[in-house]
């Protein structure tokens, strides 16, 4: 085998398996599961056999017409060979050296067609989660930060038409612009970066968002901030931020908002005056334990998103907390336990 960097060969492998995927009609959009467990088997193999000349185990994602909802199935792939002119040739060709030893060359063999292939499950993004944050949801723990993320792709995929055009940031958006130190050379670098974590869509078309919900996690607690972006006259346009805190203080505005401005400064410059910089703290329920910060920010982004066009009004108002309610945040904490125990 040549020399050649881990990399280079799970690089190989993955390519070798999108390869197949796509030659049997899949869909090549390959999960974390599955590139986990191609890693796993990789390295085993390796560690296991010490031979160069030998290629990895690896696995082949196949649907399996008997299966149920949870998902695909896993066929074991065995890919292992020489070295030959041609590494495309998967034909058996005996040499002197297998004829003698009795062995032959292992290669890779498709798994039978078995005619239409059932369509695959519609997506459940609970299902992706690892244990140890799905067990975030039980009582008297704060939930972590990809059960927001998920909270909020189900949502946002669900938007009434009065909020078309929405959009949140991921919870890993705000510790990455935290990190940005715009007295190094690469700041606006990482502050167009940060443009990733723009969902369900960074691309995005400013004059067209007339919100953005922004989960904040800092010294152990969340709070949400919401942006609303708003027509005054013909294609002037006014931003507000507004900041929703169940615990008041943890999160102090001048500390966590200098962040949030810069890089609402940076990124929306282009769309239109005026930007005032000012956070607006709205009242929201309080939260009666020190775990639940999480649960209501995800309460409240439920609620807010239900009333729609009236958001803006209902921010200005400062009227929020008379929407959400410490019951609605337990429902919300059963509800989505009976997701994740059901997944």
Known sequence: MEDQSLRSLLEHTHNRLVQELEEEGMNSGLEESYIERMVTVFNHHINKTRDKNIKPMVYLRDWDENTDAAGPSYVPMEISSEHDDDENDETYKPTAKSKASGS??????????????????????????????????QPKIMVRGDIINTFMEVTFSQLPPSMTGSRYLSTYWFPKVEAIDSDKPDWIGQMEAARKWILPSPVVDWAEVPFMFIPIHSHLHW???????????????????????????????????????????????????????RIVPVKVVKQQNTYDCGVHVMALTRRLIEHGESLGTLLEKDVIHKLVKVADVRQLRNEILEYVSGV
Do not use: C
């Not at 239409?116 to 499950?121: E, M, V």
């Not at 013909?234 to 931003?239: P, V």
């Open 223 to 277: 709070s949400l901030m919401i942006v609303h972006i708003s027509a005054i006259q013909g294609d002037q346009r006014f931003i507000q931020v507004y900041h929703l805190d169940s615990n008041p203080g943890i999160h102090m505005i001048d500390i966590v908002g200098t962040h949030v401005q810069a890089w609402l400064r940076h990124t929306l410059k282009n769309i239109g005056q005026p930007y005032m910089g």
């Open 104 to 137: 032959r060359k292992r290669v890779a063999h498709k798994p039978p067609r078995r005619g239409l292939r059932k369509p695959a499950p519609p997506h459940n993004p609970w299902i992706t989660l690892s244990l140890e944050t799905k067990k975030s949801v």
